[in-house]
């Protein structure tokens, strides 16, 4: 287990409603990255945040957007769902912005 | 752009074969590589890392080769067995940590 706690595990959204995701850091990581991974593909950097400052962001809409708190837990929040936001959303903790990361075991998300 | 891509999507072994698994990647200027392993339902393990002033590095029944001439990173699998099972990815590694992934080879194993 890499210390990473992400919930909730499942969730079911319907098409245009607001969600929001979260994730535990290892203790003394302060870094937090998320990544979606949609079926049979490779995960996609969604943004990072580093010391509860946005340190990075992918190629994704403002509608994706995150939070970090001083405790380095971190949320992803989704507005006006699609059906193309069904995927697995990772989260990753790292003890610097630039060290590994351990990932969560993730947020299965589908949107209907 | 940026991207990193895998040449075969499955893989199948016989257990105790040895396994073999690419990747290519497209940023000549990456220098910094790393093989995760996904297992249903988990999230990506780290299994080894190489960075670009390396060729190869051994690990524990693993071997991470990197050839910069041809931009193409392989992960070599010793005598592999069902707990192998899984999806690997190459990632490549940019400046503050972002991960550029691959789109992954399934790896099934026979006993």
């Known amino acids: 287990e890499t210390g990473v706690t992400q919930s909730p595990t499942h969730l079911i959204k319907t098409r245009g409603q607001q969600v929001t995701l979260r994730c535990s850091s290892q203790?003394?990581?302060?870094?937090v990255s998320w990544y979606q991974q949609a079926l049979g593909q490779g995960p996609q950097f969604i943004f990072q945040y580093y010391r509860e400052e946005e340190n990075g962001r992918g190629n994704f809409p403002p509608r994706f957007s995150g939070l970090q708190f001083p405790n380095y837990s971190s949320e992803l929040n989704v507005n006006a769902l699609e059906l193309d936001d069904s995927a697995l959303y990772l989260c990753?903790?790292?003890?610097?912005?630039?060290?590994?990361?351990?990932f969560g075991q993730g947020t299965r998300l589908t949107v209907v | 752009g940026e991207s990193v891509g895998l040449h075969l999507p499955t893989l199948s072994v016989q257990e105790g074969d040895n396994s073999i698994i690419n990747c290519a990647y497209s940023n000549s200027a990456s220098d910094y590589f790393i093989w995760y392993k996904q297992e249903s339902g988990k999230g990506p393990q780290f299994i080894i890392d190489?960075?670009?002033?390396?060729d190869k590095r051994q690990g524990q029944r693993v071997t991470v080769l990197l050839n910069k001439t041809v931009k193409h990173l392989s992960l070599q699998i010793a005598a592999t067995q069902p707990g192998d099972s899984a999806v690997y990815f190459c990632a490549e590694v940019n400046q503050g940590g972002k991960l550029i992934f691959g789109q992954g080879t399934e790896l099934s194993v026979k006993p």
């Open positions: 990753a903790s790292s003890l610097d912005h630039d060290a590994e990361a351990f």
């Open positions: 203790s003394g990581h302060n870094t």
């Open positions: 190489i960075r670009s002033n390396m």
